[in-house]
């Protein structure tokens, strides 16, 4: 269990702290998107937070279209590193002989070789609009989050132990991932602009107006320890690995599987990656309770504070449901609905399906999943 201290520091941590704490914790990649308008804010809070709350570097990527596969990996290699054996030329050479790198186009920008052997992959990426990017850049972050290397035309480089790449998205209902990209992000966290950017606030002398002070550093308090350490994540990833289910509760995470796969209003089912992990998370957040939760269909907060619980309740099941499986879902069009097949009239079926949205599916899915039975 752990030490009450640990868990008051959890307790104090906004919703985008803990969403980045569970993605240390699980070693996954995520997904924070947020309005149009707040991006710009979005990027500079958790640049704070990779600094201020977990002491970790940070790189922060702009993509667009045109943005090239050198451009990405020089972006990223954007912290000065101390030569090491494992990034020795040798090393690389050895490596190469493993692994071909994805992608070898034949028209390359100019990317200085003194540059990306001194630099190395920071602890976490914020890939700017991720979904406005090329196919190869996608599948070149698809590469770095498995394999945790990127290489350039003269050395490889390997991402620390702490590493995380999250996609930073604006305007969710525009330009989604790649397919095998989008699976592959562990969660997907919405944050309200009404909920503010704390640390973001914490820079500017009237924290009233953030667009209309003059911002004083993008590192609140540089000589401060982290607020949470590596020493921190690696005792809630031991905790996590002793999570119990009793057998009521597994089946009802069991059924709410079954009826996503089965929704009418779910297009292409529910892939094995997200019911690992679906799984992977309810482990997690067994070692939270008390949760304070309303309903996302009034863009509320949901809140789980740390309290020492080895056990998993239906509360926590539903929780995590709504962080792996909001960026997965697909909405049927009507004329692909499964009840055409048998007859049913489109414009009935357009009325049934307008408006739903990926979330209110998982709210549906939850409430027919027999929660009340194991209340």
Not at 168 to 189: E, Q, T
Not at 278 to 285: M, P
Not at 292 to 309: K, W, Y
Request: aromatic fraction near 6%; charged fraction near 20%.
């Amino acid at each position: 269990m752990a030490d009450q201290n640990l868990l008051d520091k959890v307790h104090d941590l906004s919703d985008l702290e803990l969403a980045i704490l569970i993605c240390l914790v699980a070693q996954e990649h995520c997904i924070i998107d947020t309005d149009q308008d707040s991006i710009d804010e979005l990027i500079q809070e958790l640049e704070l937070i990779a600094g201020n709350a977990f002491g970790l570097s940070h790189a922060t990527v702009d993509l667009s279209e045109q943005t090239s596969l050198d451009d990405f990996a020089q972006a990223i290699l954007s912290i000065e590193d101390k030569p090491t054996r494992s990034n020795s030329p040798a090393r690389a050479r050895q490596d190469s002989l493993l692994y071909t790198p994805p992608f070898q186009p034949t028209s390359r920008s100019p990317l200085s070789a003194s540059f990306s052997d001194s630099h190395a992959i920071p602890s976490i990426i914020l890939a700017k609009n991720l979904d406005q990017a090329s196919k190869q850049i996608q599948i070149q972050a698809l590469e770095l989050m498995r394999i945790k290397r990127i290489y350039t035309r003269t050395s490889m480089h390997s991402a620390p132990k702490q590493f995380l790449f999250i996609a930073v998205l604006a305007d969710a209902n525009g330009p989604r991932l790649a397919k095998h990209l989008n699976d592959y992000m562990f969660i997907s966290h919405f944050h309200n602009p009404e909920d503010g950017f704390p640390n973001l606030e914490d820079l500017y002398d009237d924290r009233n107006s953030i667009s209309s002070v003059v911002k004083k550093s993008l590192t609140a308090h540089p000589n401060a320890p982290p607020r949470i350490s590596a020493a921190d994540i690696d005792t809630l990833s031991k905790l996590s690995e002793h999570a119990t289910f009793a057998v009521e509760v597994k089946q009802y995470q069991l059924n709410m599987i079954c009826f996503l796969r089965l929704h009418r209003a779910v297009a292409s089912g529910i892939t094995a990656a997200a019911t690992k992990h679906f799984d992977t998370l309810a482990k997690f957040v067994t070692i939270k309770s008390n949760i304070l939760e309303q309903s996302h269909l009034t863009d509320s907060r949901c809140l789980a504070p740390l309290h020492g619980l080895s056990y998993t309740t239906p509360s926590l099941i539903a929780l995590a449901a709504r962080r792996i499986y909001r960026h997965r879902i697909n909405v049927v069009t009507p004329e692909n609905e499964r009840s055409m097949q048998w007859g049913s009239d489109i414009r009935a079926v357009e009325a049934v399906l307008q408006g739903i949205e990926p979330d209110d599916i998982i709210e549906d899915v939850i409430n027919k999943s027999g929660l009340e039975a194991l209340l």
